[in-house]
């Protein structure tokens, strides 16, 4: 039920999605140098890796510059890539992901290899979960990069604090989760991006 729930989700939202995603692509092309698709090894089902995809909004090599995004005018980033950013329009192609059978609609976000080196053997568990593009754990942090921006050292910030935090609430959700508890995420996911409130931050 859940795999019928994603690929429905996936494709209606890649056909919706296809006329602004094309224009996005153009505009990411004439901005700047290195392709319209960012692709990132991630850690997925059972510890296995696989190429999570984004819009790219940073300019080339900027990941060697380090793991985290750390506030929203992040020097990294291009002008287009802060305005998809903004609204999440970057993860848009991981329903592409979805599809194929690499990650789900909701549930935990992947992290890269890095990181998950340092899981402890009960945070571990995450990994039997297929991790997914939306989560409750990322509405709770929906505004992760501006708390890294007020650490003097947001690395550990978010070793040390955010991301034990965000394992812990979706191993919690995953222990009821159903198709209704998605959709309910999902719902709660997309009244978050298009609040008003986030809208007016982004205009301003």
Known sequence: MKRTFDVVV?????MLFLPLGCLLALCILLESRGGVFYRQERIGLHGKPFKLLK???MRPKADLEGKLTVGER???ITRIGY?????????????LNVLMGEMSVVGPRPEVAEYVNKYNEAQRKVLDYKPGI????????FEENKLLAQSTDPERTYLEEIMPEKIRINLEYQRSASVLSDVHVVIN???RLFQPKNVR???S
């Open 10 to 14: 996936a494709l209606g939202m890649l």
């Open 55 to 57: 819009f790219r909004s």
């Open 74 to 76: 992040d020097p990294r």
């Open 83 to 95: 305005v998809i950013r903004k609204v999440k329009l970057d993860e848009f192609p991981q329903f």
């Open 134 to 141: 939306t989560d409750v754990a990322s509405l709770k942090y």
């Open 189 to 191: 996911t997309a009244l």
């Open 201 to 203: 931050r982004h205009q």
